[in-house]
């Protein structure tokens, strides 16, 4: 028989996520998104979870991440509110990277401060992918890393990179030159400042105002070898990369059911001719349609987790991945538009927070 239910520690830690982002996360979304950025109290709520520390022991995190435990994870924070939750997703792949790809020197460089029991919480890392022409696909990254002598030369473009301007830890991930396949791409450390290097911030956005991000412009960045994580085309690559998409995913079916719950209570609530409009066949479907498909998408988010855990073709991996976050965005986006309708004029005021989850799913892409 086929069991689609998480084990008992999965659902405990869903549980732990549910309650943060409801207790902390919904409240905190219109000041979050009024300050541009999430509140370092919450941060330092969430680090003493364990949550956002899922790298190995001995530098100071929780253990090794789970991708099924933290699509889990990514929901709930999502139906708390998207932009706080890609804000603490996003800083955590700068870390992730280091430690499903890095060495064990750039492990002891990095990781230890992400775990410090007192300031850890204030450390933010970050992962470029994204470039104006490409968006989250793995074989559109046309960012270039030339080799040339003992060095590297880094040019390219990666827009909606989170935290790009605060982080420490700065990852992006680029595309040996001559090499189209997925052999080719790798992940590189940034410093922090460089001849060639322009960061650029994105305030100026729809959405997702809570999830600060920014453009890393790059022009023959002189790279040492040493900021070169792992090796090209390596899985550990390929898996740390795909691993922020899935999150996204995850991300993605949070804020569907977030709106589709709100608009199911409007709906119940709002007294049209005589009765509640949900009765209406058209409100109706709709609601239902929303239902289907998050279910849908859902469980392809857990099958390609699950395959992602267990280690399976990393390339098959990568498609489900990439196919998964692409439904997922898109029904959020659907989902939210929707939820506005159904609400009506009450959609569009900032009373309640539909208005801002649409915006916030129309800024994911």
């Known amino acids: 028989m086929l069991n689609f239910s998480p084990s008992e520690e999965q659902e405990e830690v869903r549980r732990l996520a549910s309650s943060l982002a409801i207790d902390l996360l919904r409240p905190q979304a219109r000041a979050a998104e009024k300050q541009g950025d999430i509140s370092q109290d919450v941060m330092r709520t ?44 996003g800083s955590l792949m700068g870390p992730l990277c280091v430690e499903l790809a890095g060495n064990v020197s750039q492990k002891e460089a990095y990781l230890p401060d992400f775990g410090d029991a007192q300031r850890g919480y204030l450390e933010r890392g970050c992962l470029g992918i994204a470039e104006p022409t490409g968006g ?16 590297y030369l880094l040019s390219g473009t990666k827009r ?25 791409l790798c992940a590189v450390l940034l410093p922090e400042q460089a001849v060639g290097m322009e960061v650029r911030s994105e305030k100026q956005k729809l959405g997702l105002q809570a999830a600060p991000s ?12 040493g900021a070169l994580l792992g090796e090209p085309g390596s899985p550990a690559i390929l898996r740390a990369a795909s691993l922020y998409l899935l999150l996204r995913a995850g991300v993605a079916c949070g804020m569907t059911r977030a709106a589709l719950e709100y608009a199911s209570r409007y709906a119940e609530e709002r007294i049209a001719f005589g009765r509640p409009i949900v009765s209406y066949q058209g409100i109706a479907f709709m609601l239902a349609e929303m239902a289907m498909k998050l279910d849908a998408v859902r469980l392809f988010l857990w099958q390609a987790a699950t395959q992602w855990d267990q280690g399976q073709d990393i390339v098959a991996i990568v498609r489900n991945i990439e196919a998964v976050q692409k439904q997922a965005i898109k029904l959020a986006q659907s989902a939210t538009i929707d939820a506005v309708q159904v609400m009506g004029g009450a959609g569009f005021l900032q009373d309640h927070p539909v208005e801002m989850w649409m915006r916030n799913a129309a800024s994911m892409e």
Do not use: M, W
Request: proline share 3%.
């Open 136 to 151: 989250y696909e793995l074989r559109n990254v046309q960012t270039i890393l030339k080799r040339q002598g003992n060095h």
């Open 46 to 89: 969430f680090a003493q979870t364990g949550l956002t520390l899922p790298f190995a022991e001995e530098y100071g995190g929780a253990g090794p991440i789970e991708a099924a435990t933290y699509a889990l994870v990514a929901e709930e924070l999502g139906y708390g509110d998207g932009g706080q939750a890609l804000s603490i997703l």
């Open 160 to 184: 909606d990179v989170l935290h790009a301007e605060q982080a420490r830890l700065r990852v992006v991930l680029a595309r040996v030159e001559g090499i189209q396949t997925y052999d080719g």
């Open 214 to 225: 920014a453009t890393f412009r790059l022009e023959n960045v002189v790279l040492p070898e």
